[in-house]
């Protein structure tokens, strides 16, 4: 009997030691894989610390440190006003996507009409168009309108997204159903479901498309550069992108405007990253 307890022992050890084995071998590659795809950034925010002489080096610790960079970039393009721009259009853009597109999606999930599924089988299908392939459409769209060389040009293109339309609908469609029969049955009208009951529910899906928009319309270059005919109403990727081109042989300047237009982005993504989580883990749920 003794020596039957002995060997669960010690096969418990072992299964103890090759666990914790496996789990660290887990940890360094998966370590090693996120040092290998963070490498270029953290290269990156280095060389933004570096002198002119020792930029293009592969030590990642600058020596010596310096704000140079920083304080050159800031003094030649004006930031705030870039950055002004930027939050308008990104803004802006947000809230018009969320809007609009909880709306629109609304009734293809909680309503029951003619065309219903042929209206939800269109929109899911022009998502395989590529992005480029409204640009000209868009551009002699906004020329007609009178709306080149303004921010409002830039949002209004972009103010509803056939992805988060289809994510919403999806996210209602999770919702019991016996809430909007009780709320019907109260006297609720259509737009307060809405607005009441239905949107606090899908709150994740609404997180994850105001991280996406937000990544989006934060580093959008090609269509305002389109629009936008004075330098002065860029965006800050725009604008980035025009400092590459005034100073290419100062990578500094560049790597140190990138850094700077990158905080907000990880800013919004670390404050929404439990929603984004939820939904993500929702979906591969369902």
């Known amino acids: 009997m003794e020596t039957l307890n002995n060997k669960s ?7 103890s030691i090759k666990k914790i084995f496996s789990l660290t071998i887990t940890y360094l590659i998966l370590i090693i894989i996120a040092i290998f795809l963070a490498g270029p950034f953290i290269w990156l925010v280095s060389s933004s610390f570096k002198t002119g002489q020792n ?26 006003k870039y950055i002004l721009n930027t939050v308008i259009i990104t803004v802006s853009g947000i809230v018009l996507d969320v809007v ?5 999606a609304y009734p293809l999930a909680c309503m029951d009409f003619y065309g219903k599924n042929l209206i939800f089988s269109a929109l899911v299908s022009t998502m395989i168009l590529p992005a480029a392939a409204g640009l000209i459409v868009n551009y002699l769209t906004i020329s007609k309108m009178g709306l080149l060389d303004t921010l409002t040009g830039v949002i209004i293109p972009g103010a509803v997204s056939v992805f988060s339309i289809i994510l919403l609908r999806q996210s209602y469609l999770t919702v019991p ?10 006297g609720a009208s259509e737009f307060k479901i809405w607005y009441k009951i239905m949107l606090p529910e899908v709150m994740p899906a609404i997180s994850t498309i105001v991280i996406f928009d937000f990544i989006g319309l934060w580093n959008s270059f090609l269509w305002p550069i389109v629009v936008l005919q004075d330098p002065n109403k860029y965006p800050l990727a725009t ?4 400092l590459s081109g005034q100073f290419n042989y100062k990578f500094g300047y ?12 990880i800013i919004v993504f670390l ?4 929603y984004f989580i939820n939904a993500v883990a929702g979906a591969i749920k369902g």
């Open 100 to 104: 609009l597109a909880s709306l629109a």
């Open 55 to 80: 930029i293009y080096t592969m030590d990642l610790i600058p020596h010596p440190f310096t704000l140079a960079n920083y304080i050159g970039v800031i003094n030649f393009i004006s930031i705030p």
């Open 177 to 186: 159903r016996e809430l909007i029969d009780a709320a019907k049955i109260d």
């Open 239 to 242: 604008a980035l992108k025009y």
């Open 271 to 274: 404050a929404f990253q439990k």
């Open 9 to 15: 022992v010690n096969y418990k050890k072992v299964k």
């Open 254 to 265: 560049v790597a140190a405007g990138t850094v700077l237009s990158i905080i907000p982005v």
